[in-house]
């Protein structure tokens, strides 16, 4: 089986052979959140961390117990998995205060007594980039590392924090290779298949991980998923873990070639400073890293992104989306609409939940605006496409 | 809804006219309050396009019900708002900038530089001025520009003023990430829209000493961020002269919530909503402490005799979660259809330090807590717990016999502790009304229609 397919393969599942081995060898494994959560304190004090993902979900009936229907699905279905024992495996849970839905889940956790013994903890992460942000988050890197110290009996020394970087370092240093083979008129991999990859080295012990990936960049050495009239496309949005919902968009002839999305660049983007104090260094990437709307200084930060990638990428259009009742997301997608009209890109927007089907709509749409984009590049026209009839826009 | 045009600032002016006429009759208060009371019927049942541009306004103050003592002393706060909208109006031709500052954070810090400082949110309660559907026309219109319908429509309300042309552009802004993720989004496409230096105040989860210590350090960043951008230098002097108006205002209202705990209720909870208005808006001024000592004496004076803000005290409300910004008459409505009194509540609930003012340090380590402390900002930051706990104390201490819950739309956190506070109440055995409406947009629940579910609720309770 090709190392590409084994990732595939892991993708999909809560559990695999290399946690199991893990765990019978005594490692723990601990569930964490968000991009924010920097992995390598739980790599330092010899755990593994592992990004909860809302794969294989049977819906939401027992997380709407906790939640109501004005929250959005990746915490119904997140917690609906934890209620059903999908994540019993866990040594323990990060939580952080990602938005408003998620730090809930710590709430919810404690009260429903899913595992009232096991290990938790809620993670600050600051809202802004700035030098005091910054250093409330080396704070709070501090309190996270002494309380793991504390309950688990370990020792995070900044030497083997400082392996632990290096480590993180590699894998984002293969991730960012990885991604840059898409810049090429020939792409070797899909946006489904790099989400694919994403779900899988999440839930991975790091070293596996750097094995797989310089496999994986062997393995598509001369390889072309695309097809020449392919549009190329950046995808944007919150959480989007679907990897059905990426092949739908590419299968309507497309190839995704970048994305901000949660489990995709911002999780690779900048690397880690070695030549600093660990914790200082650590603090400055996680604040600093490409980010997304929950950090409320930053929309240039994130439009200057944009339209590098666009220009390195060479992007044609661009897709962005968000959960139902996802407030942050809204409000980037507010911005990225009148971006769009300044600046004419193809844009289309789509509102969608997660696991929520409806493939027969947003196929429809996908391929409507897919199917605009190819005409108005022949004559010259740009426009947009948002998800409802609010507007769209035209101009030669 | 038809599509009506609005001339711009015109819904701020309305308000400011409505303000001083109001000003003005409360000079003659026994009068203004025989009037109110007379042309109830009127004005109380509904909005008519005869009623339309007064109705709201008189029937906040009470629409006759509230004793001329007491709207005597709303009068100073009604001249410090229109003073202020006043001023943020004519702000561009005095050469003045703008600091749009937002509902949950105070604006004592820009008395010590010569600004004026608004808050944009102003038109979701005093656009009803004009008639109650125009906060909606303002929060459509940024519907239509693409903010999405679920975000709150409190802050959501100011992305419609703007494109509207309803409020003073800013020359800067001052955001937070409390209460909520509406809060975080929209300051961030307001930054956008208006291409103003902003100002972010970072929340920290909990409320530590290193938390305290982190929101302090955010305040000295707002600090360097005002003398760099306005090019002037903070005047010390002036600030310790807020803070400690500030503080006699907080005194005077934390008194009224003390109490409000005597059987039966000596206050009405509109007049400590009133106050927090006059407190998030224009603290600044020197009118917001003859207000808070009017209303305190008022109160006072009740409480000595045993009287209560009803003459037959019913029922005693406890309100959780926002009030509505379109039927701010509920209170006295209640009051007199039932007999029913909010003994406590969400937003008007003062619970804040006392800052020392002795020092620059102290000064403002003491300004980072009490922002902390707001309503809001208070309860909506951290842990479930934050809700929990004071809605517990509150319960305890105030002898509740019913708990209102706002099931505000856009207040998604609220809704994700939903269950909690349901089980929570349970547990104190209150009998709870869930009413599922927004508070700044009556489209979604029209007065009648909450008035409709509060009647139930005392019905079958055996209250009504």
Redesign the interface.
Known sequence: MSFLKKLQGIAKQDYNSYLEKAQANGQKIIGYFCSYIPEEIFHAAGFIPYRIRAVGSQGTSKGD????S??CTF?RHTFDKMLRGKFDFLDGIVFM?G???T??L???WR?SEIAPDKYKY?F?A???I?P??E??MA?EIKLLIESLEKNFKVQISPATLKKSISLYNQKRDLLTKLYDLRKNKDIPLKGSEVLAIMLAVVILPVEITINFLQDILEEVKGRKVNKDNDLRIFLTSGCCEEVEHLELIEESGSIIVNDNICLGAKNFDTLVDESLDPIVALAQRYINHLSC??M??D?KGRLDNLYKIKEDYKIEAIIAE?L?????W??????Y??EAKKNKFPLL?L?RELYGGATGQLKTRIQAFFEKVKNNQTIGDNFIR?SGD??QFSSK | MKEKSLKPFILLKVAINRLKLLYFFLFFPRLTYTLFYLFRPFYEPKENFLNRTFRYGILTFGGGLTPFKEMKAMQAGAKALFENMEEAIKAKKMNKPVAWVEWILNAEILEAFDIVSFNPELLNLFGNAKGIEYPPLVIAEA??????V???SAVKCTVGSILLEQIPHPDIII?A?HP???S??????L???TGSP?F?F?????KDD?SYK?FE??TW?LIDFLEKNLNQRMDWDKLKEVLERTNKVNFYLQEICEMNRAIPCPGTMISLLYAWVIKEVCVRSPLAVPMAKGLYEVTKSRFDKGEGVVKKEKIRVLKWFPPIGFFTYLFKWMEHKFGAVVVADFIGHVSTIQMDTSSKKSMIRDLAKAQMHIAMARQCHG??EFLTDELGKLIDDYSPDCVMFMGH??C??G??????IQ?FLKRKKMPTLYLNLDIMDKRHTNEEGIKKQITEFFVSHGWA
Not at chain 2, 415 to 420: F, G, R
């Open positions: 117990i906790y939640f109501s004005l929250n915490v205060n938005c408003d839905h730090r809930r710590y709430d919810n009260y809620m600050f600051p809202h802004v700035s005091s942000s250093e409330k704070d709307p929950r409320m200084n929309v968000k139902k009742f996802c407030d942050l809204g409000g980037e997608l507010f911005i609409r009148q927007v509102e948002t609010n507007y | 519907e239509k520009k693409g903010v999405p679920e975000t709150c955001g990430s909520c993720d509406s975080i989004s929209i300051y961030q496409q930054e956008y829209l902003t972010s970072d929340s920290p989860y909990w290193a982190y350090k955010n960043d842990p479930v739309n856009g998604k956190h809704w994700a502790a939903l269950k909690i089980d």
